[in-house]
């Protein structure tokens, strides 16, 4: 499958493009709806991963991992968003973890919980009990361009992979006009 100037191939067929939390998944869950593409690491980061393979910002998806606290708890979730918009961390996300404070997670914390590289960090292979916040944008987007795990590679999922992952949620987590 042929997107910008990329060639994605079914994920099942290119496991060695995706980092191992997300093989780790695909060996347990149908890998329906994910293909995999190699990309030159140095152009992981969207805007310029964009540019590069002549790709939508409105068909890029970003995954920032939150970490959220309430008394003594600390928890961790994910939110997954268009490159075009960006989550309502302090407001509708923190309200929807329930958390009294919200925060990105620090580079070396995200890399450390989810055994995947800054930069290529995804939903797919994340620790099960997280939730995974999806913006209503990206499922209307209904095949969106997300991280592998490591920078060398991209996903292509569709809505429907997306949302069957463990604890995803779709809702708008993005501002208003965002």
Not at 21 to 48: C, K, M
Not at 60 to 83: G, M, P, Q
Not at 102 to 119: K, N
Not at 132 to 140: C, Q
Request: hydrophobic share 45%.
């Amino acid at each position: 499958m042929k997107v910008g100037n990329l060639t994605f191939t079914p994920v099942a067929a290119a496991l060695d493009l995706v980092g191992a939390p997300v093989q780790r998944y695909l060996g347990e869950h149908d890998p329906d709806g994910l293909w995999a593409s190699a990309i030159d690491p140095a152009l992981a980061d969207t805007a310029q991963f964009c540019l590069h393979y002549d790709i939508g910002l409105d068909v890029s998806a970003n995954c920032v991992v939150v970490e959220a606290r309430r008394a003594d708890r600390t928890w961790y979730a994910a939110c997954l968003v268009l490159a075009t918009s960006r989550a309502d961390v302090n407001g509708i996300v923190r309200k929807r973890l329930d958390a009294r404070r919200i925060s990105f997670a620090g580079m070396d914390t995200a890399v450390s919980l989810t055994d995947m590289e800054y930069g290529g960090i995804t939903p797919v292979g994340l620790p099960p009990e997280w939730p995974i916040l999806i913006d209503e944008g990206v499922v209307d987007a209904r095949r969106v361009i997300i991280g592998s795990g490591v920078r060398a590679s991209k996903l292509y999922a569709t809505a429907e992979a997306l949302t069957s992952l463990p604890n995803a949620e779709v809702l708008a987590i993005t501002k208003p006009g965002q």
